[in-house]
């Protein structure tokens, strides 16, 4: 069984990833159980018992980052979608995140990114749509 956890400290953030979450479990079938942290010790101590299957991570800043690279130390399978506020896509490649996100996060770009776990790629991906223009004109 899927075990999903949502790291945040905003409400407002984990009702968009729960119902993101349920939505694309429901469409699939799945059942997994989901639960949200608002701290990164309660976090912790939880998955030490009982480690996260699947792990969405939408911290602040260097605190995403640390949570990030603890969460992989600890559980090196687990996959991590990591959502922030600042451009860590290296970081996110270096440790092996399954994808990653640069806010303002929107449905379509976090539907792809759980389609990305559900296929069992490692992409590591940036996805948000008003950075990906590529071989503009004015870039040469």
């Not at 759980?114 to 749509?129: E, I, M, N, V, Y």
Request: aromatic share 14%.
């Amino acid at each position: 069984m899927y075990h999903i956890a949502v790291l945040t400290n905003s409400e407002t953030q984990e009702a968009f990833y729960i119902e993101q979450l349920s939505r694309f479990c429901f469409e699939r079938g799945l059942f997994p159980k989901m639960d949200c942290y608002h701290g990164q010790e309660l976090f912790f101590d939880v998955a030490r018992v009982n480690a996260p299957t699947c792990t969405v991570i939408a911290l602040p800043g260097v605190e995403g980052l640390n949570a990030v690279e603890h969460l992989r130390t600890l559980f090196p399978e687990t996959r991590i979608i990591w959502c922030s506020d600042l451009d860590f896509s290296l970081h996110a490649f270096r440790l092996r995140v399954d994808y990653f996100l640069l806010e303002p996060i929107t449905e379509e770009a976090f539907q792809q990114g759980l389609s990305t776990w559900s296929d069992g790629k490692k992409t590591s991906a940036l996805f948000r749509t008003d950075h990906n223009k590529h071989n503009n004109e004015e870039d040469y």
